[in-house]
């Protein structure tokens, strides 16, 4: 029982093939520059002890489409599967569903239109999204396709918490609210937590902190999200490779009123030219961490201001949770870092929180326990896994769209 999660970006598709029985992936594969004279295609090919080979290829995709058939000969070439029926679905990773979706959706061409409405409010992502589902649809019209929104987790935020303090009739009209993104890794992880600790998700609050190259932190409450560092778009919260996080929006408006930036510069300068790279030159953190090693004073402050931020939105969301059971670090440089897990812990001792300097360091490529023995909120590493998460949400809802058919027809 296979089931494809599929990740189509502006200029590059990424996919996953797994095994539902065991969660395994079978495959997995990135196909780069799609629409450059030369596109770079990379695969993995999984053995049954979790090995795999890897392999590699450049030609030209002139677009999506011949990118989703390239993957569709591929995993056939390579035995991956014998032939599209052993695909049982497909997922997409779709970026914004807006306030209209909070669950994983069977596709058809109303939702892709309901998904094209909602390009305004994600105009980066959701085309790219689309495009992917049109061709992966022409590829295989015949396997049932879902589509798994980054928003969907953080429907069950509270008014109070989703609206910004703005004239509630333009925000109405202008669709203006705290969305949050990350979704299916914060779902994920926090699942996975409850695994961990041993008990039903529902009898869980946790912090999780998903730090990679986009990052943002969840309050979450008995498995649901309460609170996010993202807001309506994917800038907000906290500080990141190259993005700004939290601002006054009044820098915007000195910005725009005082320079001679256009609008979608200031766009390009909170999005792209910020966060670490805008600090210190540098927007991957292994670089930055290299930095800092060598003395340089502005990858310091990049660090410290990175870390500092973590800190606040700890300190904040202890605040709106009843208790904290657990803070959990995930993503890249949450799941490599010791010295940012090691920064954004220190001197929260008052809050029950004690990380253990030795457990810190020797982190595995498991789930791992970083606390110390005495510290009142556990706090843990615990890799993500989206493309997993796609495609268990994808198989909950295609057994769901079933029991509903079985129901009916009963
Ligand atoms: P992601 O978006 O989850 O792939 O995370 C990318 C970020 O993780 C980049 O900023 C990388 O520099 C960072 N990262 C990956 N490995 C390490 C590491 N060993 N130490 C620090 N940061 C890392």
Redesign the pocket.
Known sequence: MNILAINSGSSSIKFELFDMHTSAPLASGLSESIGEPTSQQSYRLYKSDGSYDELSETIALKNHEDGVRRIAQWLVESKAIKDSSELVGIGHRVVHGGAEFSQPTRINTDVMAAIRQLIPLAPLHNPANLRGIEVTLAEWPDIPQVAVFDTAFHHTIPAYAHHYALPANLAREQKIRRYGFHGTSHQFVSTALARLLDKPPNEINSIVL?????ASVTAVRGGQSIDTSMGMTPLEGLMM?TRCGDIDPGVILHLLQSTDLSASEVDSTLNKKSG?KGICGA???????RRVNEGDQQALLAVEMYAYRIKKYIGAYSAVLPHVDAIVF???????????RARACADLEHLGIHLDSQRNVHVSSDSCAIHADNSRIKIFVIP?NEELEIAKQTLHCLREADSTTTGRSS
């Open positions: 998903h730090l990679g190259n986009g490779g670490l927007n991957d953190m292994r670089e930055v961490l995930t993503a890249g440089i949450g799941e490599h870092s010791p010295e940012i993500t």
